[in-house]
C-alpha cells in the first residue's frame, strides 16, 4: 500500500474494527497500523496468517480476536478487552458485513434476522460500547453503509435495507452523542472488487455494466477504503459528523 497521506493524531490511538482480517477490513488494518495506531479486530474466520503478516511488515502485530459479532456480550467482551490492552477505543469501524444473494420470495423469518443481525445489529451494539468508552473523552465512530441501497439494486434486499439503515442509524447517533464530542459518520463504498466478490459475483458482463456506470474507470479495490477511512477517523475531518461520504468511482450522486 502506497501511503502519501500521513494522519499524525492517529499515532497511538486504539482502534477497533470488525472484520478486519480480510477483504476491505484487512486493507483497513494495515492503513491504521502504517499510521502508528493500535489495532484490534474481531473476526470468524482465524486471521493469524494475516497477523503474523502485519507483524512482519509493521513489526508489530494487531490484536485478533476470533468470534461471531452478532453475539453481543462477546462483542463487548472483545472491545473491552481492547481498551484493557490499548486504553479505551478512540476510533471504532463498523466494516464487516454479508451480502449474500436472495430473493423475496425465498426469504424466511430465521434468515431475516441472521442478515439484520449481520449487517445492522451488531454494528448499533458496537456503536454503543464504544460510545461508552469514548464518554467524555470524544472519538470517531465509522459505520461502512453501501451505494447498493442508493442504486435501488435487486438481488439482496435485505443488504439494502440494513444499509439504508445504517445511514439513519449514523444521523441519530451523531446527534445523540454530539455533545460528547463523538462523531459518528457512515462511508458508502460503491462494488469493491475484494476476493470474495471475484470468486462469488464479478461476472465480466456485470464488471463492464458497473464500470460503464462509474465516471472514473478503474475498479475499486480495499485500498481504495484505506484514506478515507483515515480521514473520517482523524481530525482532518473533525467538523464532520452525521454524514454518509460516498466512495464509488462516480455512480450515485449526492447533495
Known amino acids: ?6 494522519f499524525h493524531d492517529l499515532n497511538g490511538a486504539t482502534v477497533y474494527i470488525t472484520g478486519g482480517g480480510s477483504g476491505v477490513g484487512a486493507s483497513l488494518t494495515d492503513g491504521f497500523m502504517a499510521q502508528g495506531a493500535n489495532v484490534a479486530f474481531i473476526g470468524r474466520s482465524d486471521a493469524s496468517e494475516f497477523v503474523e503478516q502485519m507483524r512482519e511488515k509493521h513489526g508489530r502485530a494487531p490484536l485478533f ?12 467482551a472483545t472491545m473491552n478487552k481492547t481498551a484493557e490492552a490499548y486504553g479505551p477505543i478512540s476510533v471504532l469501524v463498523n466494516n464487516a458485513a454479508n451480502d449474500k444473494r436472495h430473493s423475496l420470495e425465498e426469504t424466511t423469518t430465521e434468515f431475516w434476522d441472521w442478515m439484520i443481525e449481520v449487517n445492522l445489529k451488531a ?3 458496537a456503536c454503543q460500547e464504544a460510545a461508552r468508552q469514548m464518554q467524555n473523552k470524544g472519538g470517531s465512530i465509522i459505520n461502512f453503509s453501501s451505494i447498493s441501497y442508493m442504486m435501488g439494486n435487486a438481488g439482496y434486499p435485505i443488504y439494502t435495507t440494513s444499509n439504508a439503515g445504517i445511514t439513519g442509524m449514523t444521523r441519530s447517533l451523531a ?16 462494488w469493491v472488487l475484494t476476493q470474495k466478490q471475484l470468486d462469488m459475483w464479478a461476472t465480466p458482463e456485470d464488471l463492464a455494466a458497473h464500470l460503464d456506470r462509474q465516471c472514473l474507470k478503474e475498479h475499486l479495490t480495499p485500498d481504495d477504503m484505506i484514506e478515507p477511512t483515515l480521514f473520517l477517523a482523524s481530525r482532518a475531518s473533525g467538523a464532520m459528523t452525521g454524514q454518509c461520504m460516498v466512495v464509488d468511482g462516480g455512480v450515485v450522486v449526492t447533495g
Open 1 to 6: 500500500m502506497d501511503q502519501p497521506a500521513t
Open 65 to 76: 480476536m476470533q468470534g461471531d459479532m452478532t453475539d453481543t456480550e462477546l462483542l463487548h
Open 123 to 125: 454494528y448499533y451494539f
Open 175 to 190: 446527534r445523540e452523542l454530539g455533545p460528547q464530542n463523538i462523531r459518528v459518520n457512515a462511508l458508502a463504498p460503491g
